[in-house]
Nanobody, 125 residues
Framework: QVQLVESGGGLVQAGDSLRLSCAAS????????LAWFRQAPGKEREFVGY????????YYADSVKGRFTISRNNARDAVYLQMNNLLAEDSGIYYC??????????????????WGQGTRVTVSS
């Protein structure tokens, strides 16, 4: 079982930047597909982006493309979400998720086996 702990959330103003971190306790972190999801109050959890373990490719939801960047540090067992030009609609609880070792990264929450407890991001307009 992979343990994930997010941090870095907070209250910011629209247009600001924020960097979320997710520290993992995993045996083969470098071979894990990793993703970020978020959930706004009263809404379903939605995909933000993922980092594939194979080749390090990333993919983003259209709503964050060009503003958010996912990076991973396999030496530190950590994945990050850099969020720039934040909008009020980016507010919510952000979760990192890990799939199976050598699994395929996807935008579907059901493909991920381990989840962190989430970190709250609030963007005031």
């Amino acid at each position: 079982q992979v343990q994930l702990v997010e941090s870095g959330g907070g209250l910011v103003q629209a247009g600001d930047s924020l960097r979320l971190s997710c520290a993992a306790s995993a045996r083969r972190f470098s071979m894990l597909p990793l993703a970020w999801f978020r959930q706004a109050p009263g809404k379903e959890r939605e995909f933000v982006g993922y980092s594939s373990w194979k080749g390090g490719s990333t993919y983003y939801a259209d709503s964050v493309k060009g503003r958010f960047t996912i990076s991973r540090n396999n030496a530190r067992d950590a994945v990050y979400l850099q969020m720039n030009n934040l909008l009020a609609e980016d507010s919510g609880i952000y979760y990192c998720a890990a799939g199976a070792v050598s699994g395929v990264a996807s935008s579907h929450a059901s493909d991920y086996l381990s989840w962190g407890q989430g970190t709250r991001v609030t963007v005031s307009s």
